[in-house]
Structure formats: structure tokens, C-alpha cells
């Protein structure tokens, strides 16, 4: 499912943000946890729109891929959010408790 989850952001950036050319994916980890980032250099996201992106039937095409990226993190007890900045990209930031994940 997490692969689902990897998918959706990819398509989401390409898709939706009108002239990406790059995507960047990054891991950090600390006490808390881990941080997964995917990043692009599109449009971004108006700062209006970052907590409606995760519900049902918003957006251009369908309308669940991220409200789906969203319902498959919560199941495990991962969160998103969108962090980015409109005009200089859209950045999603996936929050993964330490019990969640190995590193190394």
C-alpha cells in the first residue's frame, strides 16, 4: 500500500503541477520519528487549499488520490501535510511515528 501512497504524490506533482521538472524525495529521521518529504518545483498549493487537498472529491481529475494517500497513512498512524510554498513547489511531508519504521 505504501508504494499506492509513494504513487499518488508522483502522479499528484506531475499532474497538477503545471510545469514541474523536478521531484525530490527526501528521509530524515529524528526521536520523534521519520520524516518522508516529496518535493517539486511547481505550482504549489494556495495556502486556501492545503487542508481541503486531503478530502474526498477535491481536485481537477477524481478527487481521491490524495484524500486516499491520506486514508492509507492514517491507518497506521502516519500523517501528511502540505507544506510547500504557491509558487515555488508543493512539499508533502509524511510524519512516521518511531515504532513505525527500521533505519539501517
Known sequence: MFSK???NLME?????????TEILVSFYESKEGGLLVFQDNGAGVPA????RIFNQGIGKNTGLGLFLTAEILSITGISIQETGEEGKGARFEISIPAEGFRYG
Open 5 to 7: 501512497v509513494c504513487y
Open 12 to 20: 499528484n506533482s506531475l499532474r497538477h503541477g503545471e510545469h514541474v
Open 48 to 51: 486556501s487549499e492545503k487542508k
